[in-house]
């Protein structure tokens, strides 16, 4: 069955850096578009970054060009969010996304805490 999974999140002051990941399995992972939501406490659920099935094309949430950065490795089944210069707005519980034959699926999220 598909499963996803997220880590790498926690705690982090404002400015700082994290590194989240998402460990794909169940289907093929190189042929599907991978997605980063976000829901903040009191928001809907946002997009974040995509990123095509080869890792060549991206899409971001207008508000995070420059600081955030999707990425594959489609070796290992795993997608990547870098975020740099974090704001307490980023705030969130971020899930990884894939939709395969017309259904999506999603991880179970990974907090992010962005305070000091």
């Known amino acids: 069955q598909v499963q996803l999974v997220e880590s790498g999140g926690g705690l982090v002051q404002p400015g700082g850096s994290l590194r989240l990941s998402c460990a794909a399995s169940g289907f093929t992972f190189s042929m599907l578009v991978m997605t980063w939501y976000r829901q903040a406490p009191g928001k809907e659920r946002e997009l974040v970054a995509r990123?095509?099935?080869?890792?060549?094309?991206?899409v971001y949430a207008d508000s995070l060009k420059g600081r955030f950065t999707i990425s594959r490795d489609n070796a290992k089944n795993t997608v990547y969010l870098q975020m740099n210069s974090l704001k307490p707005d980023d705030t969130a519980v971020y899930y990884c996304?894939?939709?395969?034959?017309?259904?999506?699926?999603w991880g179970q999220g990974t907090q992010v805490t962005v305070s000091s």
């Open positions: 990123i095509s099935s080869s890792g060549v094309n991206t």
């Open positions: 996304n894939t939709v395969w034959y017309g259904l999506n699926y």
